[in-house]
């Protein structure tokens, strides 16, 4: 989804920008261009301009990163949603308005209309309407919780480190729980984003991609050409994101379809924990206590 968009003109996919100070800039993972990201030309200018001009020093990266793990976690964004720029501390301000300059830098070096930010965490969204030199748009994307949980016990290469590495793997207890609060945290999110946020689910993407993600260029106003060579496949170019899920590194034609191998290998109690510890909300975004292909 993010690299779709990242590939229409006006727009500019980053990736999951949150980790740019840590990910990218302090452990030098890879860009989606295939270089670290230090090294890429498009972030050198852009982390450049925003710093006014010259590349940060490890020690401001470093404390960008220690504000970020200690303001800007999930189970802030319920404060972070109660603050308005005067009431924020020192420390948070300095991170906000780093962060704000950022992307109008990214703006400024790439000309992009419109900067797809898939960073995930609620907490990061909340920030944004404190930023003034961006105007948000949230697309909260929701997914079965028990294809969720299957997921998050899948082995994952990471491929944007030097050495071989995998994702963090996490049980279904575990998973199910933050799948549960990051949605109730990004339903908070949504309530403060002034009409700008839509609700989509994975499940309706996969089935109707091109549509999708036309309700998404309705939502920021942006009558573009989506790369769609048919209805269901897209072609995507070489991208400068700067985290996010290996899928990233794709280029060429890449046809969108479902992955639905957790219905027929989830074990049962697995799928069983999973369902009673979401029930609550199941049905609030369409999903049958006994899921089913259809």
């Known amino acids: 989804m993010d690299n779709i968009l990242g590939g229409t003109e006006g727009f500019f996919s980053v990736g999951e920008l949150s980790y740019i100070w840590e990910r990218g800039l302090l452990e030098r993972r890879l860009c989606g261009c295939g270089k670290p990201l230090p090294e890429c030309e498009i972030w050198s200018d852009a982390v ?11 020690e401001i990266v470093r404390e960008l990163v220690r504000i970020q793990r200690s303001n800007v976690r999930v189970r802030n964004t319920w404060r972070l949603l109660r603050h308005e720029s005067h009431t924020l501390t020192p420390s948070l301000q300095s991170y906000v308005t780093s962060h704000g300059r ?32 961006v105007t948000p748009y949230f697309v909260h994307l929701v997914r079965d919780p028990r294809a969720v ?31 549960t609060v990051w949605n109730l945290a990004a339903e908070a999110v949504d309530r403060r984003s002034g009409g700008r946020s839509i609700l989509v689910r994975y499940e309706d993407f996969v089935s109707k991609p091109r549509a999708t993600l036309a309700r998404m260029l309705d939502l920021v106003e942006e009558r573009r050409t989506l790369p769609f060579e048919t209805e269901r496949s897209a072609h995507l ?18 046809e969108v379809r479902a992955d639905d191998e957790w219905l027929s290998n989830q074990r049962t109690r697995d799928r069983f924990m999973a369902t009673i ?18």
């Open 48 to 58: 450049a301009l925003s710093m006014g001009g010259v590349q940060p020093g490890t």
């Open 102 to 133: 950022l992307y109008q830098a990214i703006a400024q070096v790439t000309g992009a209309q419109v900067i797809v930010d898939s960073t995930k965490r609620p907490s990061d969204g909340a920030l944004l309407r404190l930023m003034p030199q």
């Open 149 to 179: 949980a299957y997921s998050w016990r899948r082995r994952k290469a990471q491929l944007d480190r030097d050495r071989p590495a995998e994702m963090v793997a996490h049980g279904t207890v575990e998973s199910t729980l933050n799948w």
């Open 237 to 254: 170019t070489p991208n400068h994101t700067v985290s996010g899920n290996p899928r990233r590194f794709s280029t060429g034609t890449v």
């Open 277 to 294: 510890l979401a029930a609550p909300l199941l049905r609030r975004y369409g999903y049958s206590l006994r899921p089913s292909s259809s």
